[in-house]
T-cell receptor, first 114, second 108 residues
């Protein structure tokens, strides 16, 4: 499968613990996005990168959230001191540069905070 | 502010019936609009984009700037069309704004 891959697929953690998710985009895609999706809602934008530069962060992304894309390839999303409200599906997507381009999504990481 | 509204959470139709999934957007500029689909246990994938004016799997969507709408239509629904459908807006060629989605259920 040469699509966007995310790891792990599922994560159960205790409240207060830190978690880190990984996303491997499609090779040579310059843009990488992180979205969060809760039950009954569409994906909500969290942040996006163009190559290694983080160009925008949503106000949804509190100080407990941090994302990196160190070499412009894979990306990590870390949540510190998890809360029950962080339980959601975390989606990663990538796209090539240019206007009106399709974003290719990964399968997502489902986080459950207990 | 940019916003995408999908007023129906669930739409049930019988096989062979026409289907229309509604999408309204709020954006002052020239919009780039998409429909994404998620079949059961599969990842979100692009169905169509307005700039291409294409028909995919029999679905079409027309941008109506006056009504700020981008409704998705198909004249004859098939059971395999059952899925979650998300309308998305991409202002300024950067991030996507998604609607809350409509679950389409096509009954035999």
């Amino acid at each position: 499968d040469t699509g966007v891959s995310q790891d792990p697929r599922h994560k159960i953690t205790k409240r207060g613990q830190n978690v880190t998710f990984r996303c491997d985009p499609i090779s040579e895609h310059n843009r990488l996005y992180w979205y969060r999706q809760t039950l009954g809602q569409g994906p909500e934008f969290l942040t996006y990168f163009q190559n290694e530069a983080q160009l925008e962060k949503s106000r949804l992304l509190s100080d407990r959230f941090s994302a990196e894309r160190p070499k412009g390839s894979f990306s990590t999303l870390e949540i510190q001191r998890t809360e029950q409200g962080d339980s959601a599906m975390y989606l990663c997507a990538s796209s090539p540069l240019g206007g009106n381009t399709e974003a290719f999504f990964g399968q997502g990481t489902r986080l459950t905070v207990v | 502010a940019q916003r995408v509204t999908q007023p129906e959470k669930l739409l049930s139709v019988f096989k062979g019936a026409p289907v229309e999934l509604k999408c309204n957007y709020s954006y002052s500029g020239s919009p780039e609009l998409f429909w994404y689909v998620q079949y059961s246990r599969q990842r979100l994938q692009l169905l169509l984009r307005h700039i291409s004016r294409e028909s995919i799997k029999g679905f079409t969507a027309d941008l109506n700037k006056g009504e700020t709408s981008f409704h998705l239509k198909k004249p004859f629904a098939q059971e395999e069309d059952s899925a979650m459908y998300y309308c998305a807006l991409m202002p300024n060629f950067n991030k996507f704004y998604f609607g809350s989605g409509t679950k389409l259920n096509v009954k035999p």
